[in-house]
Structures are given as C-alpha cells and as structure tokens.
C-alpha cells in the first residue's frame, strides 16, 4: 500500500561525498516536492517538478540538485554534503485538480547524516 | 509572502482528554488552503485535517476538528477523546495553488505528549 516510497530510511555520509537520495510513488501524481528537515524545525521546501519542469526555491544552495527521469521516480543529489546538510529530507507529491488529491502526500523520509 | 506562526512548541494532555492547538497565519490571498500535519517519532508526516478557505464550515475528521475563523486568520485544531497515539509534532501548514503544484509554509510545529 505505499504510495511514497523513500530509500534508504538512514544514509550516512562523508563530509564533501557526493550523496543521492531517492523517491518513488505509485499515485501517478504528476508533481514532486523535496523538503529538508532539521531537527526541531518545520520542513523548509527546496524544489519541486511539475511533470518535467524544475521549480527551485530562491535560497536553495547550488549544492542541492535534483533529477526526475520519468514520473514515478525523483532524486536529490547532494554534490558536496556539508556538516549541516545532515536532516531529514521529505519526499511528497500532489496532483492538483482532483479534489480528493489536493494535498501533499508525503514518503517516510531518509535520514542524513555527514560524518 | 506567507508565514505561519504556531505560538505553543509543546503542550500536554491526559488521556481522553480534549487540547487544542492554536496556529495563525498571515496572507494577503483570499483563496487558499489550511492543513494539519501529524509527524509522530517515525517521522512520517501524515495528513490530519483539510480546510478550504472558501468554505465556512469547520473541517471535522472524527475525533479532530477546527476552528476556522479566515478573518482573523486564524485556524486551531481541537482534538477529542486524546489517545496515546496521538502523540507528535503537529504542524500547522498554509498552501496556495500556483502553476499547478502546491505552495506550502509551515508553522514550527508544536509538540503534543499524551499522558496515560
């Protein structure tokens, strides 16, 4: 029954190495969203797609990349993980216009750490 | 822009008991959406309640319900009969509709203990 999927749920890291995190989704949603979490803080958004459009958040740093190759998949690389990169990164989806779907769906999250 | 303001980072109830959350927020948009948020430990942010601005009736979901006053902005969460379950962050989240994704800010969360 998962709907966003996230893998994996922990990732650890070297500081400056560069680190991918994925999302997959069975909805058939057609927008995509990427939020970090720091702990104790509200999910900030950093980009999203619209089907192929990248959206990016003006106070994203460069350092946070993202890639969608085809509707179920999407991936966040970070090129050179610093040490306060290390959060929580929400996966989520929405498809506007379908009433019961006007919210954001989110996946379970993956954990990053930067040693 | 939008802001989201929760005032109360944690708050407690007993058992069976009834808490509400406060949560304002600030917008020149008239048409928009309110949201409640559930992240328990697991992380997993999960969907509590649903209020279009349009709409004047309150948003119930069982045991959970608002208070949605758009002009004072405000929109608490009221939640009944609290179970041990119930125990998260619950975040308070404000969402436009532009260019067909969601534009969501988030409040700061408040952190909700149920107490057997």
């Known amino acids: 029954d998962a709907m966003v999927i996230q893998n994996p749920r922990y990732q650890v890291t070297q500081f400056g190495k560069p680190v991918t995190l994925s999302c997959s989704q069975t909805?058939?949603?057609?927008?995509m969203y990427w939020y970090q979490q720091k702990s104790s803080q509200a999910p900030k958004l950093l980009f999203h797609y619209y089907d192929k459009d990248f959206n990016n958040e003006a106070d994203t740093p460069d350092n946070f990349q993202s890639r969608r190759p085809n509707t179920s998949f999407c991936f966040l690389d970070i090129r050179s993980p610093g040490l306060g990169d290390a959060a929580m990164y929400l996966c989520?989806?929405?498809?506007?216009?379908?009433?019961?779907?006007?919210?954001?769906?989110f996946g379970s999250g993956t954990q990053l750490s930067v040693l | 822009a939008q802001t989201v303001t929760q005032s109360q980072p944690e708050m407690s109830v007993q058992e069976a008991e009834t808490v509400t959350l406060s949560c304002t927020y600030d917008?020149?948009?008239?048409?928009?959406?309110l949201f409640w948020y559930k992240q328990p430990p697991s992380r997993q942010m999960i969907l509590v309640i649903r209020?279009?601005?349009?709409?004047?009736q309150n948003a119930t979901e069982n045991r959970f319900s608002v208070n949605f006053q758009k002009a004072a902005k405000s929109f608490s969460l009221k939640i009944s009969d609290s179970q041990l379950g119930d125990t998260a962050m619950y975040f308070c989240a404000f969402g436009l509709i532009g260019a067909g994704s969601y534009q969501l800010t988030f409040g700061k969360g408040t952190k909700l203990s149920v107490i057997p």
């Open positions: 909805l058939n949603h057609n927008v």
């Open positions: 209020q279009e601005a349009y709409k004047q």
């Open positions: 917008t020149s948009e008239s048409n928009y959406y």
């Open positions: 989520a989806t929405s498809s506007i216009g379908q009433p019961t779907n006007e919210k954001l769906f």
